[in-house]
Protein backbone atom coordinates (compact mmCIF):
# COMPACT_ATOMS: atom_id res chain seq x y z
CA UNK A 1 0.00 0.00 0.00
CA UNK A 2 2.95 2.74 0.64
CA UNK A 3 4.24 2.09 -3.04
CA UNK A 4 1.07 2.70 -4.44
CA UNK A 5 0.90 6.36 -2.25
CA UNK A 6 4.29 6.83 -3.19
CA UNK A 7 3.64 6.26 -6.71
CA UNK A 8 1.03 8.03 -6.94
CA UNK A 9 2.41 11.01 -5.31
CA UNK A 10 5.34 10.97 -7.47
CA UNK A 11 3.22 10.84 -10.62
CA UNK A 12 1.44 13.80 -9.12
CA UNK A 13 4.16 15.94 -8.68
CA UNK A 14 5.33 14.74 -12.12
CA UNK A 15 2.24 16.27 -13.62
CA UNK A 16 1.82 19.53 -11.70
CA UNK A 17 5.76 20.25 -12.74
CA UNK A 18 5.02 19.66 -16.40
CA UNK A 19 1.71 21.41 -16.02
CA UNK A 20 2.52 24.25 -14.43
CA UNK A 21 6.68 25.26 -14.39
CA UNK A 22 6.41 28.22 -13.82
CA UNK A 23 4.91 28.08 -10.10
CA UNK A 24 6.52 24.48 -9.44
CA UNK A 25 9.98 26.49 -9.97
CA UNK A 26 9.03 29.01 -7.15
CA UNK A 27 7.82 26.48 -4.73
CA UNK A 28 11.32 24.65 -5.16
CA UNK A 29 13.36 28.28 -5.23
CA UNK A 30 11.43 29.13 -2.05
CA UNK A 31 12.43 25.17 0.05
CA UNK A 32 15.63 25.57 -1.44
CA UNK A 33 16.25 29.12 0.27
CA UNK A 34 14.76 27.96 3.59
CA UNK A 35 16.62 24.85 3.33
CA UNK A 36 20.30 28.03 3.07
CA UNK A 37 18.64 29.93 5.81
CA UNK A 38 18.24 26.91 7.94
CA UNK A 39 22.04 25.91 7.48
CA UNK A 40 23.34 29.33 7.35
CA UNK A 41 21.64 29.94 10.77
CA UNK A 42 23.07 26.98 12.04
CA UNK A 43 26.72 27.57 11.09
CA UNK A 44 26.06 31.12 12.96
CA UNK A 45 24.80 28.79 16.04
CA UNK A 46 28.55 26.49 16.11
CA UNK A 47 30.24 29.70 15.29
CA UNK A 48 29.00 31.27 18.22
CA UNK A 49 29.47 28.41 20.33
CA UNK A 50 33.19 28.24 19.23
CA UNK A 51 34.21 32.06 19.97
Known sequence: MKK???WTALILVVF???TNPGPAADIAQG???GM???FHNIGVFVSDLAS
Open 36 to 38: ANI
Open 4 to 6: LIG
Open 16 to 18: YIG
Open 31 to 33: IGN
